[in-house]
T-cell receptor, first 116, second 110 residues
Framework: DADVTQTPRNRITKTGKRIMLECSQT?????MYWYRQDPGLGLRLIYY???????NKGEISDGYSVSRQAQAKFSLSLESAIPNQTALYFC???????????????FGPGTRLTVL | RKEVEQDPGPFNVPEGATVAFNCTYS??????FFWYRQDCRKEPKLLMS???SGNEDGRFTAQLNRASQYISLLIRDSKLSDSATYLC???????????FGKGTRLSVIA
């Protein structure tokens, strides 16, 4: 079984709808992340969480919210979806690691979201 | 300077060729450096960490140059299966998470 899972894998929705993307992990990591990826723009960080009580905005948090329901679960919500939120969304986890505490990140398989 | 910059490519090389990618970064205090590989429409996966002294894993060699603030990835004896996008990853500024470059696309041609 995959260590980091995302649901749904694909979603088509309409402008103005509320959407929730879910992420679960079995790696036991405290740190979790949400990214979006657009062609030519690379991976951009939306939100990240050090633990259940510690959530931080990333580079592009406007229009998004998150919830860390447990160490293993981190969900991303689009309160009112708009077409320019059409993208590939990845969840990732990491543990403390490396020389500075930022260790390898493990990614989920991604959610392809289309907002019409 | 942007936090992490890479040549987007594409690099089109024949099988068996040696190819090198460079990546420049702005955070002079960074202690964490990685190369990730991403296949089309798939999640990024760690290829290798980059250590100060340089490191090698089979056909792949990573180097770090702190003075010039760049890291490099060398792939020897390229295989068709090496075709992918290679992402340079560096610790963010001000104790923020890892920053991913936009990636360099490699196509190995038979």
């Amino acid at each position: 079984d995959a260590d980091v899972t995302q649901t749904p894998r694909n979603r088509i929705t309409k402008t103005g709808k509320r959407i929730m993307l879910e992420c679960s992990q079995t790696k036991g990591h405290d740190r979790m992340y949400w990214y979006r990826q657009d062609p030519g723009l690379g991976l951009r960080l939306i939100y990240y969480s050090f633990d259940v009580k510690d959530i931080n905005k990333g580079e592009i948090s406007d229009g998004y919210s998150v919830s860390r329901q447990a160490q293993a679960k981190f969900s991303l919500s689009l309160e009112s979806a708009i077409p320019n939120q059409t993208a590939l969304y990845f969840c990732a986890t990491s543990d403390l690691g490396g020389a500075s505490g930022w260790g390898e990140q493990f990614f989920g398989p991604g959610t392809r979201l289309t907002v019409l | 300077r942007k936090e992490v910059e890479q040549d987007p490519g594409p690099f089109n090389v024949p099988e068996g060729a040696t190819v090198a990618f460079n990546c420049t970064y702005s955070n002079s205090a960074s202690q964490s450096f990685f190369w990730y590989r991403q296949d089309c429409r798939k999640e990024p996966k760690l290829l290798m960490s980059v250590y100060s002294s340089g490191n090698e894993d089979g056909r792949f060699t990573a180097q770090l140059n702190r003075a010039s603030q760049y890291i490099s990835l060398l792939i020897r004896d390229s295989k068709l299966s090496d075709s992918a996008t290679y992402l340079c990853v560096v610790e963010g500024e001000g104790n923020t998470p890892l920053v991913f470059g936009k990636g360099t696309r490699l196509s190995v041609i038979a």
